[in-house]
């Protein structure tokens, strides 16, 4: 999602890092996704198992940690994706 703004005779993108609704509306779908996918297949972010616990490391470890979010604030992330949903309709 990109925004674009014009600052005299040039113009200029945001990307989605720089403008907050959509950096918001990336992770949403980040944990919308990650939960999805985890309870598809429940060891897929599953770290490597070390002698203590499991090492969950990388980009499978935020996955892991965004899926969690998702499955423990579920209300939440729900109506944080309804609102989001409406602000991108009717803006």
Known sequence: VEHTFTSGSRSYRM???????SL?????????TSTY??????TIFD????ETKRKRTGATGFM????RIGERLSPWVAGGCAVMAVHVLFS
């Open 64 to 67: 892991w940690k965004l899926s």
């Open 47 to 50: 770290g490597t198992l070390t």
């Open 24 to 32: 918001l509306t990336v992770l949403l779908l980040l944990i919308c």
């Open 37 to 42: 996918l985890r309870s598809l297949r429940p």
């Open 15 to 21: 990307s989605a890092i720089f403008s907050f609704t």
